[in-house]
């Protein structure tokens, strides 16, 4: 059973910079794994924004934060990062990591942590 915990979100002003980390808890491999970055802000719905794959760490990004954002990973931690520079308020939400066996924008993924909150306001 892979267990995620979401750390490293907070309140930023536009502009700004947060780096979120996703550790996984039980003792599962996350290397294994893709892990998926994920956000839902209020009255919308969940969205995805970054995976890594666990196969040779290929990275996939919405159209939404590629160029702003950077998704990595540390197996040696098991743990997985989500990189994020150039902040705008519409990137306000709560932000998940999950992890399946490849890298989907589809909300199928097996584990999911409990989600960390970003706010960007000034």
């Known amino acids: 059973q892979v267990q995620l915990v979401e750390s490293g979100g907070g309140w930023v002003q536009p502009g700004g910079s947060l780096r979120l980390s996703c550790t996984e808890s039980s003792g599962a491999t996350l290397g294994y794994y893709a892990v998926g970055w994920f956000r839902q802000a209020p009255g919308k719905e969940r969205e995805g924004v970054a995976c890594?794959?666990?196969?040779?760490?290929?990275?996939y990004y919405a159209d939404s934060v590629k160029g702003r954002f950077s998704v990595s990973r540390d197996n040696a931690k098991n743990a997985a990062y989500l990189q994020m520079n150039s902040l705008k308020p519409e990137d306000t939400a709560v932000y998940y990591c999950?992890?399946?066996?490849?890298?989907?924008?589809?909300?199928?993924?097996?584990?999911w942590g409990q989600g960390t909150p970003v706010t960007v306001s000034s």
């Open positions: 999950a992890a399946r066996s490849y890298c989907s924008f589809k909300y199928d993924y097996n584990y």
């Open positions: 890594i794959s666990g196969y040779d760490a290929s990275t």
